[in-house]
């Protein structure tokens, strides 16, 4: 039984590697007005080839959700999500823009998810309200004290939209998640290439890191492993102030 859901996933992840190989390729244009949708959807048909990259993730990611997720809807939707936020990380890192058509198709599957989830509906419509809400002022934050967009809109419809798929906790994890990311990675690209930048890094690939973690382990697990860095790390500094207070003193 579970060999035909592998199957099944194979198959998805294939054909979601074309689909995300040519979304990468052509939706910028479409999105800078450059190509109607018309012309997107002949050269999807006449372009189709298979991409190697992106079928090799999926078909890795799929059958991880299949192996450790188990066969449900989540599953299931968790791969469609996976294609927009292939989508989100891949334009963003190289045009500085999410598209809306991620932001669509990630609200479709979370739609999905809330009409079997009616009972718990406070969770998700609070969610994508609290996640927007959260890049939405600090965007609006960095704009009154730097005078410059520090998250751009399609961060805040991203979140917005993930909020609404994943509920309050985890997506105040995600937030949680994407930062650390952030500030590791973001931090380790300015410093190494602080002459060759604006110092502008795309925020929306680390939503997506953060997402996918979530996807796989628990909220409550990584708020855990947090609490646990967050008391090393205050007795190390405590027990390094004591050493050198007395050193000192």
């Known amino acids: 039984m579970m060999t035909i859901h592998y199957i099944i996933a194979s198959i998805i992840a294939i054909i979601f590697g074309q689909i995300s190989s040519h979304l990468n390729k052509k ?11 018309k012309e997107f959807f002949e050269s999807l048909k006449k372009d189709f080839r298979i991409d190697i990259f992106y079928t090799f993730i999926f078909l ?4 991880s959700f299949i ?7 989540t599953t299931y939707l968790y791969m469609s999500v996976s294609l927009a936020l292939s989508l989100a990380f891949s334009v963003d890192v190289r045009f500085r823009l999410i598209p809306d058509e991620t932001h669509i198709i990630i609200l479709f ?8 989830n009616l009972s718990n509906w406070w969770n998700y419509l609070l969610g994508a309200i609290i996640g927007g809400a959260i890049f939405w002022g600090l965007g609006l934050l960095s704009i009154i004290i730097f005078k410059k967009e520090g998250m751009g809109f399609g961060d805040v419809k991203l979140m917005a939209s993930l909020g609404f798929m994943f509920g309050i906790k985890n997506i105040l994890v995600i937030t949680l998640v994407s930062f650390v990311f952030g500030a590791i990675i973001g931090g380790a690209i300015l410093i190494l290439k ?14 997506v890191i953060g997402a996918i973690i979530i996807m796989f382990v628990p909220s409550d697990i990584i708020i855990n492993i947090y609490i646990e860095f967050c008391t090393w790390l205050g007795l190390m500094m405590s027990d390094a102030a004591y050493f050198l207070i007395n050193k000192f003193s």
Do not use: K, Q, S, W
């Open 60 to 63: 890795v990611l799929f059958n």
């Open 67 to 73: 192996h450790f997720l188990g066969i449900n809807l």
């Open 194 to 207: 602080r002459n060759d930048n604006d110092g502008y890094i795309p925020f929306g690939p680390f939503i």
């Open 109 to 116: 599957a979370g739609l999905i998810n809330f009409m079997f």
């Open 27 to 37: 939706l910028p244009p479409v999105v800078a007005e450059e190509i109607t949708y």
